[in-house]
Structure formats: C-alpha cells, structure tokens
Nanobody, 119 residues
Framework: QVQLVESGGGLVQAGGSLRLSCAASGRTGSSDAVGWFRQAPGKDREFVAR????????SYADSVKGRFTISRDNAKNTVYLQMNSLSAEDTAVYYC????????????WGQGTQVTVSS
C-alpha cells in the first residue's frame, strides 16, 4: 500500500494560483502513476490530471488544460499540481491517488485538501 499526504490547499481569489503537493511513502514501487482528482459539493469526484513516475507522461481533464500543470520529483516521491487562473468552478476538495501497477486502478488515496476560490 502507498500512503499519500496532500498539502497546499487554501483560499484564493479568482484569477489566483495555488500549488498542491502529494507526498508518497510506503510501497511506492507498487505504483506507476499518481492522479489528482477533485470533488465539489453535491458533485461526483472527477479526474483532474495524471502523471507517470518513470516517463513523466501527463494527461489532463479538458476543464483544466492550459491552466493546471502536474509534475513530479522522483527523489522526493512527491507530485505537484500547479493551478493557475483559478475560478470559482475549481472550488473542491482535491485528492491525490496512486495507480497500482498490478491492477491499473487507483487504490491508495490521500485525505484530501480543500481549495476554495472566491469570486
């Protein structure tokens, strides 16, 4: 199992920026990628971005392309989500999750960090 801890959430004005961090520990070798997801009040959890540990390949939801950037620091076992040009629609709890090599499923989740964008 991989343990994940998110940080960096907070309150920001529309148009502002935040950087989220996701620190991984434990059996990190059992994971080949980390994804960021978010869940707004009354809505389903949705995919935001993903990055693979080895190659650094990335993918993004259409709603965040051009505004969010995912990156990783393998030496620190940490994945980042740089969020720019934030709007009220980005308000949500953001979670990171580790994708298992064996199943290709996200089976380890962090506790989440709140991002609130005031308009």
């Amino acid at each position: 199992q991989v343990q994940l801890v998110e940080s960096g959430g907070g309150l920001v004005q529309a148009g502002g920026s935040l950087r989220l961090s996701c620190a991984a520990s434990g059996r990190t070798g059992s994971s080949d990628a980390v994804g960021w997801f978010r869940q707004a009040p009354g809505k389903d959890r949705e995919f935001v971005a993903r990055i693979t540990w080895n190659s650094g390949w990335t993918s993004y939801a259409d709603s965040v392309k051009g505004r969010f950037t995912i990156s990783r620091d393998n030496a620190k076992n940490t994945v980042y989500l740089q969020m720019n040009s934030l709007s009220a629609e980005d308000t949500a709890v953001y979670y990171c999750a580790a994708r298992a090599v064996r199943t290709a499923k996200y089976d380890s989740w962090g506790q989440g960090t709140q991002v609130t964008v005031s308009s």
